[in-house]
């Protein structure tokens, strides 16, 4: 199994590059703000419990989104690895990834980030509000207060695997294609 973190501020290309690593390396994406948004539209207790985070920028609770990654994983018994996107995003939902993981005798592999200055964050995220659907992205306040939960809590998640020695970073500016040379390079080299 190979299984990969991919990290980065709201905006930085997470799901842009997921998308292309899924085709490359066959791994299930698991994105917990995919997932989100589907518990949303099917306006379920846990969606509905979500939204009211989600729609002011803030994290939803941990317990929320370790639940719905633990059945994730249940439910894809048969993955060749998988990729999280957009999660772990607090310490304690890493803890509790590496939990899970052991239970099925395997861990995390790689943890890349994506490094985007924060001007082109906030540019990139009004830009696709213009076309996405997604409220979050339409109002620049929530955008950063969705870059100030990233610095406050999500960020420290870097450190906690910086003792593991699986963290790289790559620059999330430039063509898409470019950041994928880069961010595939990463991937090999782990790979081998
Ligand atoms: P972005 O990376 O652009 O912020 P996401 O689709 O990953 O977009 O997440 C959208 C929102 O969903 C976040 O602002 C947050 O409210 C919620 N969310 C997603 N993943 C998590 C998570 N792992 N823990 C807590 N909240 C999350």
């Known amino acids: 199994m190979f299984n990969l973190i991919l990290f980065g501020p709201p905006g930085s290309g997470k ?90 005798k395997t861990g995390i592999h790689l943890f890349l980030g994506l490094e985007v200055s924060e001007e082109e964050l906030v540019r990139r995220l009004l830009e696709r509000g213009k076309t996405s659907g997604r409220s979050d992205d339409r109002d620049e306040n929530v955008i950063r207060s969705r870059i100030v939960e990233y610095h406050n809590k999500t960020s420290p998640v870097a450190d906690y695997y910086a003792r593991f020695d699986k963290v790289r970073n790559v620059k999330g500016e430039g063509s898409i294609d470019e950041i994928f040379e880069a961010v595939s390079a990463e991937v090999d080299s782990k790979l081998k």
Do not use: C, W
């Open 15 to 104: 799901g842009t590059q997921s998308q292309k690593l899924i085709d490359k390396y066959g791994l299930k994406h698991l994105s917990t703000g995919d997932l989100l948004r589907s518990e949303i539209a099917n306006q379920t207790p846990l969606g509905l419990e979500a939204k009211n985070f989600m729609d002011k920028g803030q994290l939803v609770p941990d317990e929320v989104v370790i639940g719905m990654i633990s059945s994730a994983l249940d439910n894809n018994p048969d993955a060749r690895g998988f990729l999280f996107d957009g999660f772990p995003r607090t310490e304690a939902q890493a803890e509790a990834l590496d939990k899970l993981l052991k239970l099925k």
